[in-house]
């Protein structure tokens, strides 16, 4: 994870003189140059692409809501609208998804933009292009329209500050047009982040060949607790399973490590993989989401109620983009009346709901990304002894300031060879530990291979063509349960979990998402290429993945815990979240019930429970070990905690230190690299350890046993607090150490002080923590600092829908110093939300500016 922080603040000198300029501007010597970029947001503007005229009503946080009388100039519009206030975001997600990031940012860049040439997201996104729908392609290409005509408006600065510093970093760095394909590239980089256990995966190998055993990975990594966190559904397709055989088609025993040249392909692909940039924020092991549907029977309207807040990195601008989309006259050929959010550069809503439906999602976090370890001959791989030819093309990365770099991507049946670009940017030996095989007899199978040469190839179901942009489309003008799921069904990558409500009262879940069969293994540890019953045998079929309507209990909560119980025939996977979140949400949703009359207030109130669930597990021992002066004093305020991580809480600062170095202490023999997390994982596990104290996991550290280990914990967080925080314990506060600071993906950070003032948001103090259900994540090696944030909130009853409500993480803007910046950022930290008007009446009321967009002439 470490990579990924630090990549962008290696700097050449000749950023000092970006710096120079934003620092000037800043300071209001160059007001103008900031304020050149803001959007137009009143009175008229020619458009050539339109064909008709498009109206934008923004209201007091700048939040769009676009009126046209054509699909088509519906998304024109919404592309210029987009591009007004996410330009550079949207700009430098296609310069990230293209592997174009060394044209700007040198040769520091050249392993990123090397594996995602690899991988090939824009070569996969082109191709998808042919496979949509004729409805969906005109959508794209008006939307690009829309963003070209704002380019054609404007150049250089004009189009954002940052653009400014592009100028000084490298002068000849062009902006060329937006395409169809730059949209639908996007969906890739979203799929990478959501992309499941592929971490893990590389991670339980690199423990293997680190010489820590299996049986004690595999504590590590417990099975899913189905019997204390209900899974989303149960029984029968319609709220089927997960199958848990975790070790399906493995040996018994210990894996045994490959050939030396082997692992150390596999050490160098690993931690190339965990040195990519983020695509949606900075990531967390506690990454996550939230959404819950209550039916009518609960509610005080009749109707249902749907709530929804995925967990994603914390950046500046936010990933969202608030957007209203209404067709003039809804028809069958304008089919859209909707209003939600979306990602600048991708045209329509993600999530949100139109006259007759509200959707949410969370991550399903399915297995959809496998790593095989390959036998290399030549140009050639070795399957069940036969030799295979590789297939292969040329790729040229661009490097500012440097020496273009040429490299041949070779790809196997499997997927393209990781290991590739690896070599490609030249850097081999990172010195991660060396990840293993397959946990089992592929194991062995490795070690016997013949031969020397190694490879690493990547499956992963986003390298195939698929339809999921015709599910944007389909499920914003979806109009019930039935027409909800035919959209659910082309929305191939990322598997979501998709709850659903509608106005006539029903509420449903599905599970949509290409999701393989796998022959032999489980996907848990990296595959032997060479023998083929290790391949995919292909996908799930849509109709048998989990899904419900109407359940007689009421209520459908998802919050990424397992789709559903222990008999379900598919493999989803072995790594889900273990349902600390889901199960409270469930708490708290199943004493609400029972008394009734439930509104969109109480849902927000659920969203910012603060609650650590695996706290319960850990205070009774903190409790009765050995303590002196301040130590002892924090277990005082640990006895009276209601588990509640409030930020103004004394106990929760104490526990939350207390927790990370009692991590520390027990599993040091991991190291930095492979810590354990403090969300939901560790509470599972130290739950377990707590109860084993002659566990390997407490002896020869640097405290021995586990009553040693708790006190030392104790110990160390009480000096730290008084260190940081003051002498008096009472006077501690979570909220001073757990602070949120939006940063900009590109240029915050920099280190360059300027830049970073300049572009990342303003600290605030947060609540909540990593597997609450305010889900604030944070990682413990980096210090208690906000990593992954609830990155919206939205709450909706369908019985008003201009009663709905809504919140962003920062704001409307993309451009620094704006006013709609972050305007959004201190209610977000606070729990409120804005309102969220729906019908043109609400609309207008609550319209503080309105830009019409005509057609040229």
Known sequence: ???????????????????????????????????RAFPDVEGAVDLPALEGTATVHRDAYGIPQIYADTSEDLFRAQGFVDAQDRFWQMHFNRLTTAGRLSEVFGAEQVETDAY????????????????????????????????????????????????????????DHEVAEWTAVDSLAW??????????????????AALLASGIGRDRIEELYPPYPEQEHRPIVEGGVSGGAFHADRDAGAADGDAAPPPRRAAGVLADV????????????????????????????????GRPLLANDPHLGAQMPSVWHQTGLHCTEVTEQCPFDVTGFGFAGLPGVVIGHNADIAWGFTNLGPDVADLYLERIEGQAAVVDGEREPLTTREETVKVAGGEDVTFTVRSTRHGPLLSDAEA?????????????????????KAAE?????????????????GTTADSIFLLNAADDFASFREAARSFEVPAQNLVYADTDGDIGYQAPGSIPVRGKGDGRWPAPGWDSDYDWRGFIDFDELPVVRNPDRGYIVTANQAAAGSGYEHMLTGDWAYGYRSQRIDTLLAEAT??????????????????????????????????????????????????????????????????????????????????????????????????????????????EGRDAVLSEALRRAAGELTRRLGDDPAEWRWGELHTLTATHPSLGSSGI??????????????????????????????????????????????????AARWVDLTGASGHAFHAHHEDQTALWARGETVPMPFTRDAVRERSENVLTLRPAG
């Open 594 to 703: 029972r008394k009734g009359g439930l509104t969109t207030a109480d849902m927000a109130a659920i969203q910012m429970d603060n609650e650590n669930s695996g706290a319960r597990a850990v205070v009774p021992h903190l409790l009765r070990v050995g303590a002196e002066g301040a130590a002892a004093r924090g277990q005082d305020l640990l006895a009276d905690w209601d588990f509640q991580q409030d930020a103004d809480s004394p106990a929760a600062a104490f526990y939350n230190a207390a927790y990370s170095h009692l991590l520390d202490l027990t599993f040091d023999e991991l190291g930095r690299d492979h810590a354990l997390d403090v969300g939901s994982r560790s509470w599972l596990v130290v739950d377990r350890l707590l109860e084993e104290p002659g566990s390997p996991w407490w002896k020869g550290g640097e405290a």
């Open 270 to 301: 690993g931690a190339g993989l965990e040195a990519l940039p983020p695509m949606l924020g900075p990531e967390s092991p506690g990454l996550g989401s939230n959404s819950w549907v209550v039916s009518g029977e609960y509610t005080a309207s």
């Open 424 to 444: 490609a940017a030249n850097l081999r030996g990172i010195g991660a530990s060396p990840p293993v095989d397959s946990g089992g007899d592929s194991a062995r």
């Open 449 to 465: 291979a013949p031969g020397d040469g190694y490879g690493v190839a990547l499956s992963w179901t986003a390298l195939e063509p």
């Open 753 to 802: 002080a300027p830049l970073e003032w300049a572009f990342n948001g303003t600290p605030v103090e947060a609540s909540g923590g990593d597997s609450t259900v305010n889900a604030t994540g944070w990682e413990h090696t980096e210090g208690y600092a906000v990593t992954t944030v609830p990155s919206m909130r939205m709450t909706v009853d369908m019985a008003d829908l201009d």
């Open 116 to 171: 995602l040439r690899t991988m090939g997201w824009r070569r996969v996104a082109a191709q998808e292009y042919a496979l949509l729908r004729p409805e969906t392609r005109a959508y794209l290409d008006a939307y690009a329209e829309g963003v070209n005509a704002y380019l054609d408006r404007r150049e250089g600065g004009e189009r954002g500050l940052e653009f400014t510093a592009l100028k000084a970093l490298n002068p």
């Open 1 to 35: 994870m470490a990579g990924s922080r630090t990549r962008f603040r290696r700097w050449s000198l000749i950023v000092l003189s970006a710096a120079a300029c934003l620092a000037l501007a800043a300071a209001g010597t160059g007001f103008w140059s900031v304020q």
């Open 187 to 204: 969906l890739k980089a979203m799929a990478w982040d959501l992309r499941g256990n592929m971490q893990h995966e590389t991670e339980r």
